[in-house]
């Protein structure tokens, strides 16, 4: 009888272990990724630590610095945008330049009609 004792609490603690290994994979797989430290944490972190501020204080510094992120990145996008606008216009001119230097310079002049139509179909198709 003894060893038969021995033989349940043997099991109770390795379903135990077993159970406690699958609770935390499975806590692990549905944790929340960790948010990843905002631009200016170090700061958050110094001025803080420096001042001595209270939580209340730490969470208004906080709301301040990721409005100001908040708007770095607006005035990032607005000028990338501009940017790009401009990228663009360059980027049709040289585009031009160089259709006009294959037609002139790289075609024979029998087959630059051609390379015209194409050219005018591709750049302003009839659909």
Partial sequence: MR??????GVLALTCSALGLAAGLVIERRLAPPPTPPGPFEDYERLVAQTFDLS??????????????????DA?????????????????????????????DDVLPASQRQAFDEVSQATLYPTH
């Fill in 3 to 8: 060893r038969l004792h021995l033989w349940i």
């Fill in 55 to 72: 939580g209340e204080r730490r969470a208004y510094l906080s709301q301040a610095m990721d409005a100001y992120a908040r708007d770095i």
């Fill in 75 to 103: 005035i990032r996008r607005r000028y990338l945008a501009k940017a790009g606008a401009d990228m663009q216009r360059e980027l049709e001119q040289v585009g031009l330049r160089y259709a006009q230097l294959i037609r």
